[in-house]
């Protein structure tokens, strides 16, 4: 594989389901991405939901299966935990460790994580304010792992037109004020899929790192987030429009 990192000049492309569903559902979006020559998958294993009634994620078994995907495709995984007595045991399957919005102050996962030597993904509250996330990775820092990565998804605001209102602003001043990589999540940020390319357009003029974003195969399907998922003839259709605002 060629040297990926993020925060190196290049408008980074994470893409995959909100939630990890079966293997069948993996192979048909490993297939797909590794088409658009997208190396990075992401893929929910633990989806800590708001309502205790929806589809709370696979768990191992659906590390196991993006292990399989990652191994068949040559990708990188970018999935989400959220017990601290899991970090370990997950260390094996994931790349690119996903802190999600609701444990941004879990300072305990911070910690743990932070005692880890890979990229730690750090998504900003729904309520925080910058300073409240920057000092989240500061408690990643602290415990000796530099390599994180900040994602914006939307804060939560009076307007309830979109899920979140994604503040495009914090990307020009987490640059200016840390040195961390930034990226955009336009699926929470938004919550439509009809918002997710012109928000990602948005992510490139202000200059972030890039964006993670999800697709599902049928998104009317999806068991998490189908609303806000991209079909794949959506997907291609931002990866070309990128591609034409790159060159």
């Not at 009809?194 to 490139?204: D, F, I, N």
Request: glycine share 8%; net charge neutral.
């Amino acid at each position: 594989m060629n040297r990926l990192k993020i925060g190196d000049g290049d408008f980074t492309i994470i893409a995959g389901p909100c939630a990890v569903e079966s293997y069948e559902q993996m192979e048909k979006i490993g297939y797909f991405l590794d088409s658009l020559n997208v190396r990075y998958l992401r893929g929910g294993a633990f989806k800590p939901r708001t309502s205790p009634d929806s589809f709370q994620g696979l768990g191992f078994e659906g590390l196991k299966i993006l292990k399989e995907i990652k191994n068949k495709y040559n990708f990188k995984i970018v999935s989400e935990v959220t017990d601290p007595r899991d970090v370990e045991k997950a260390y094996e399957y994931i790349d690119i460790i996903q802190i999600g919005s609701r444990n941004m102050q879990n300072f305990i996962l911070l910690k743990e994580v932070g005692k880890q030597d890979k990229p730690i993904l750090l998504k900003r509250g729904m309520s925080a304010t910058i300073k409240e996330w920057i000092m989240a990775a500061e408690y990643v820092r602290n415990e000796g792992n530099e390599n994180i990565i900040l994602c914006e998804r939307g804060i939560r605001t009076f307007e309830d037109y979109t899920r979140n209102t994604l503040d495009l602003m914090s990307v020009p001043i987490i640059k200016s004020n840390t040195k961390y990589p930034i990226l955009i999540d336009p699926s929470h940020g938004t919550g439509r899929r009809e918002l997710v390319l012109p928000a990602t357009k948005a992510a490139l003029a202000l200059g972030a790192d890039g964006v993670i974003i999800e697709i599902h195969p049928e998104p009317s399907k999806a068991l998490s987030d189908g609303f806000q998922s991209l079909d794949f003839d959506e997907f291609k259709k931002l990866i070309n429009e990128i591609e034409k605002i790159k060159v």
